[in-house]
C-alpha cells in the first residue's frame, strides 16, 4: 500500500486561534480513515486543508505523492461531500452530478453515460430531472455522494455527511457508505464527531482534541487501550478511578487509593508516586453479592454499594459508590430475570473486573 | 373522550377567527395604500376641460391623447428613460460589485467602505441634491443629462448593493467551495454558480434602481441642467400652473409604468 494523503509537520492557525497543531499523519490508499473528536477540535479544518479550501500556516500536504502547496482546490485531485450536501439548487439532480465530468471538458455522451452509472450506484437512478429542493435529505445525501464519486477522484472527503439524518437512516447509510467505498475501492477521509460511526466504519481512526491529534489506530485499539484519559472519555462510556502508582511490573501497574490497591496495564511506564486514573469500561464490570465474592480468582474486586439502578432494556445500568470514593457505572446485560440477579439501590455488593481490561492513564 | 374531541374543534373556531380579521386588516391596509392612486386615475378621465379638475364632469380619453402630443411631456419622459436605463445598468453592476467584494473578501478599510457604502440611503435627500449640486458647482461641470445620471448612479448603488448582499448572505458559503472542489476555477464558479443564484437579486436591485430613478424629484431637480427635464420635474412645473387632469394623465401612466415593471420582476424570479 502507498500513502494517499500526508501531513507532514501540519499547523493552521486563524489569528491568534490554532486550529491545528503540528499534525503529521499518513493516510493510506484505499483507506477508509476517519477524523473523530468533539466540534471545534480541527477534524474538518484539517479535511479543509487537504481539500484546498485552507492552506496551511506551516507543514506540508501531499496528496498521491505530490505536494500541493499552492495548489487550488479545483486542480486537487480529491472531491468533497459537504455537510450540508451544497447541491447547487438551480439545477437538476443530472446536472449537478454532471457539473465535476463539464468542468474537465468530459464528451458529452461520457458525462451521460457517467452520471447514469453514478446515480444507479447510489440508487437514484430516476431522479434525474428532479431539483434538490424536492429531495429527502437522505436523498440528497446520495446525491452529493454520487456529484462527487462519479470525477473518479483518488481521495474523497466525506464532512458528517450523515450529520443531518435521523438515526435509522444514518446507521443503514453507514453500511451502504462502508459498502460503496469498498466497491469503488478509493480513500475515504471521513470526518465524524460520531464515535460509534466512526468505529463502525473505519480502518483507522485519529481521534482529535484541541488540534491534536490524541491517537491514532484501529477501532479496537482506540476503545480497548486508548492512550489517554480524553480518548478514554471521548469514545465510549469510561469509569476513571482516581490513585497513585506504588508499584510497576513492566506494563503490569499497581495503584492506591483510599487504602486499596488495585492494578491495571499502561500503554507507557510510570514511575512509583506518580498520579494516575485506572479507565474502566462499564461493560467489563461484574457485580457480585458482598458475602459471595471470591476474592482469590485473580480478578480486581472492590466494594462498593448500589446508588442507583437505570432500566434501559438489554442491560442494567447500576451507579455503585466505590469503597475508593470513586462513582461509577456498570452494566449488566439483561439475560433475563432467571439468570440475572437485580441488585437494589443500597445493596452492598463487589465489583470484579479482570486486570487486563483496566487502563492505567495520566493526565 | 368529549374533551378529546372538542378541542381540535375549538381549534378550528379559533384560527378562522384569527384569519378572517387578518383578511380585513389587510384588506384596510390595501385600500388606504391605493385608494389615492384609485381616485387619480378615475380623474385622469375627468372631462372638466380647463376648469376645476377636482369636479367630476364625465368621461374623456383627451387627457391621455394631449399628453402623447405634448413635445414637452414626451421630451422629459425621453429624459427620464434615457437616466433610468444607464443608471440601472451602471448602477447595478457596480453595486453587484460592491456586495460581493464586501460579503466575500476582507480588504483595508472595509468597515469605512461599508458604511459609507450605506450612506446615501440615510442621508436626507435634499443634502445630497445640495452636496452633489456642490460637488458639480466646485468642480465645474455644467449641469445636464449626464450630471443627472452621475446623482442617479450615486444612490442607487447603495439600494442595489443591499439588495444584492441580502442575497449573498442567505446563500450557503459551501455552494462555491462545493464548485470548486469539482474543479471549477474562480470564473466558472462564478459565472455558473454565484451568479446564477445571485440573479434574482440582482434584477429585484435593478428594477429596484430603475423605478427609484424614474421617481427621483428632489435630487434630480437639483442637478438638472437646461434641457434636461425628467417627467416628475416636469409634472411638478406643470402643477404650478394649476393641477390639470392632465397630469393625473401622466401620473396614472408613470403609476401603470411601475407596475408594469414590478409583475415582470415578480414573473421572472419566481421563474428562477
Redesign the interface.
Known amino acids: 500500500m502507498s500513502a494517499s494523503v500526508q501531513l507532514e509537520n501540519v499547523t493552521k492557525e486563524f489569528g491568534l486561534v490554532v486550529a491545528v497543531d503540528d499534525i503529521s499523519l499518513t493516510i493510506e490508499d484505499g483507506e477508509f480513515f476517519s477524523l473523530l473528536g468533539p466540534s471545534g477540535c480541527g477534524k474538518t479544518t484539517t479535511l479543509r486543508l487537504i481539500a484546498g479550501f485552507e492552506q496551511p500556516t506551516i507543514g506540508q500536504i501531499s496528496i498521491m505523492g505530490q505536494p500541493v502547496a499552492g495548489v487550488p482546490a479545483y486542480r486537487r485531485p480529491v472531491n468533497t461531500v459537504f455537510q450540508s450536501y451544497a447541491l447547487f439548487p438551480h439545477m437538476t439532480v443530472a446536472k449537478n452530478v454532471a457539473f465535476g465530468l463539464e468542468m474537465a471538458k468530459v464528451e458529452a455522451k461520457e458525462v451521460k453515460r457517467r452520471v447514469n452509472e453514478a446515480l444507479e450506484l447510489v440508487q437514484m437512478g430516476t431522479y434525474h430531472e428532479r431539483k434538490p429542493t424536492q429531495l429527502s435529505g437522505g436523498q440528497k445525501q446520495r446525491i452529493a455522494l454520487a456529484r462527487a464519486l462519479v470525477n473518479r477522484p483518488r481521495v474523497l472527503l466525506l464532512d458528517e455527511p450523515l450529520g443531518a439524518l435521523d438515526l435509522k437512516l444514518r446507521k443503514d447509510m453507514q453500511l451502504e457508505l462502508k459498502q460503496i467505498q469498498s466497491e469503488v475501492g478509493i480513500t475515504f477521509i471521513y470526518v465524524t464527531h460520531d464515535q460509534e460511526e466512526a468505529i463502525t466504519m473505519s480502518d483507522r481512526i485519529a481521534v482529535m482534541s484541541n488540534g491534536l491529534v490524541q491517537q491514532l489506530g484501529g477501532s479496537r485499539e482506540i476503545y480497548e487501550q486508548p492512550a489517554n484519559r480524553f480518548v478514554a472519555d471521548f469514545i465510549g462510556e469510561t469509569n476513571f478511578i482516581e490513585g497513585k502508582v506504588v508499584e510497576a511490573d513492566g506494563s503490569q501497574i499497581t495503584l492506591e487509593s483510599n487504602g486499596v490497591s488495585f492494578t491495571g496495564v499502561a500503554r507507557q511506564s510510570l514511575s512509583a508516586g506518580t498520579k494516575a486514573a485506572l479507565a474502566i469500561r462499564p461493560e467489563k464490570l461484574t457485580l457480585v453479592n458482598a458475602d459471595e465474592a471470591d476474592r482469590s480468582n485473580g480478578r480486581v474486586t472492590m466494594n462498593g454499594t448500589i446508588a442507583d439502578v437505570i432500566y434501559i432494556g438489554t442491560d442494567n445500568r447500576y451507579q455503585i459508590d466505590l469503597q475508593t470514593g470513586d462513582k461509577i457505572f456498570a452494566r449488566v446485560q439483561n439475560l433475563g430475570a432467571a439468570e440475572t440477579k437485580e441488585f437494589k439501590k443500597g445493596e452492598a455488593v463487589c465489583v470484579q473486573w479482570h486486570p487486563n481490561n483496566g487502563q492505567v492513564l495520566t493526565e | 373522550m368529549t374533551s378529546a374531541v372538542s378541542t381540535p374543534v375549538r381549534h378550528k373556531i379559533r384560527k378562522s377567527f384569527n384569519e378572517r380579521v387578518l383578511t380585513w386588516l389587510a384588506v384596510g391596509i390595501f385600500i388606504f395604500l391605493y385608494l389615492p392612486i384609485v381616485i387619480l386615475i378615475i380623474y385622469s378621465f375627468n372631462d372638466s376641460g380647463r376648469g376645476a379638475a377636482t369636479v367630476w364632469s364625465g368621461f374623456t380619453f383627451d387627457w391621455y391623447l394631449d399628453v402623447f402630443q405634448d413635445q414637452a411631456i414626451i421630451g422629459s419622459l425621453r429624459v427620464s428613460l434615457w437616466v433610468a436605463f444607464w443608471s440601472t445598468i451602471i448602477s447595478t453592476i457596480l453595486g453587484t460589485l460592491s456586495a460581493i467584494a464586501m460579503e466575500r473578501f476582507r480588504f483595508w478599510g472595509k468597515v469605512t467602505y461599508d458604511a459609507i457604502l450605506y450612506l446615501p440611503i440615510i442621508i436626507p435627500d435634499i443634502v445630497m441634491a445640495l452636496s452633489t449640486l456642490l460637488f458639480f458647482v466646485v468642480l465645474g461641470i455644467s449641469l445636464s443629462r449626464y450630471t443627472i445620471l452621475v446623482a442617479h448612479i450615486a444612490f442607487n448603488i447603495a439600494f442595489v448593493a443591499i439588495v444584492v448582499r441580502a442575497r449573498l448572505a442567505d446563500m450557503?458559503d459551501?455552494?462555491e467551495?462545493?464548485?470548486?472542489?469539482?474543479?471549477?476555477?474562480p470564473w466558472?464558479?462564478f459565472r455558473?454558480?454565484t451568479l446564477?443564484?445571485l440573479f434574482p437579486g440582482i434584477l429585484s436591485g435593478a428594477l429596484l434602481a430603475f423605478t427609484l430613478s424614474l421617481d427621483d424629484f428632489v435630487i434630480t431637480f437639483f442637478v438638472a441642467g437646461p434641457g434636461s427635464t425628467t417627467l416628475p420635474v416636469r409634472i411638478y412645473s406643470m402643477i404650478r400652473f394649476g393641477i390639470t387632469p392632465a397630469i393625473n394623465a401622466v401620473s396614472t401612466l408613470l403609476f401603470l409604468g411601475s407596475t408594469l415593471l414590478v409583475i415582470i420582476s415578480l414573473v421572472l424570479q419566481r421563474r428562477?
Not at chain 2, 467551495?177 to 476555477?185: F, K, P, R, V
Open positions: 450557503d459551501s455552494l467551495e462545493a464548485a470548486a472542489d469539482l474543479g471549477a476555477n466558472e464558479t455558473r454558480v446564477p443564484l428562477t
